[in-house]
């Protein structure tokens, strides 16, 4: 029930757009946002979400909800988002909210099928979605990451990424491409506009990169302080701790942009 959740739907339920049915999680809030979209879905009939539903959307076309499960399983809103799989014809879609890795795991522990072509991925890329469990319930072909270009939660994570990469998954970022849209006919997944897939950091370079920064100030420090000299004990102790902070500061520098 978070804003950057909610919030669009706001302008949907204000808008001439049909609406049959408003599901929701059955959490609560007291944000302007929270009320706002509640006052206007109860002009709608309201549904609680709970694993198993099934929404026929058409001849070919379905919704199953995965998560929640009700009574709600969590305290924490986020593993109770509302988890959805789209089926349409031979290709599936995997929509997480903000689930994360509880969630993941009461999901894999229900028996239903996870497997999808296309995973938009839990809490935005948080270190504590995409498990490698879940991962290998889900075997998506893509994987699409929601967030902002340099937001301040630092998402997506570099390890969920990572994770993504090892599993051989196509992954897409809105903070690299932009909107993402995923089409298909059924049977082939097509993302328009060719999003950049999001490219694996070198990481087996990191200990390189800080063995030459290390060296670098290393011999930085030396020719400030040749080994002849008598400075203070405790002045050359200072700089050492400053060389190694900036030397692991280097090293961990590289992100995703």
Known sequence: MHEDHIGGLITVLSSAIQVDEVIINNESDTTPTYTQFMTLAKS????????????????????????????????DQNENSVVM????????????????????????????????????VGHHGSAYATSDAFLNSVQPTYAVISCGLNNPYGHPAPETVQRLLNHNVTAYGTYRSGTIIATTDGTTITFLDSPN?????????????????????????RKKYPIHSQ??????FQSRKTMRYCGTQDARSPGFS
């Open 197 to 221: 897939p999001i490219a694996e950091f070198p990481t087996i370079l990191m200990p390189s990169m800080l063995i030459l920064v290390v060296l670098s100030a290393t011999i930085l420090f």
């Open 44 to 75: 709608h009939t309201l549904v609680a979400a709970q694993r198993g539903q099934v929404y026929s959307l058409t001849a070919t076309a379905s919704l199953t909800v995965f998560n929640p499960v009700q009574p709600l399983q969590f305290t």
């Open 85 to 120: 799989k789209l089926q349409a014809g031979q290709t599936s879609f995997l929509l997480e909210g903000d689930a994360s890795s509880g969630a993941e795991q009461s999901m894999i522990s229900s028996g239903l099928n996870l497997r999808s072509n296309v995973l938009k």
């Open 231 to 236: 400075k203070p004990v405790e002045r050359s």
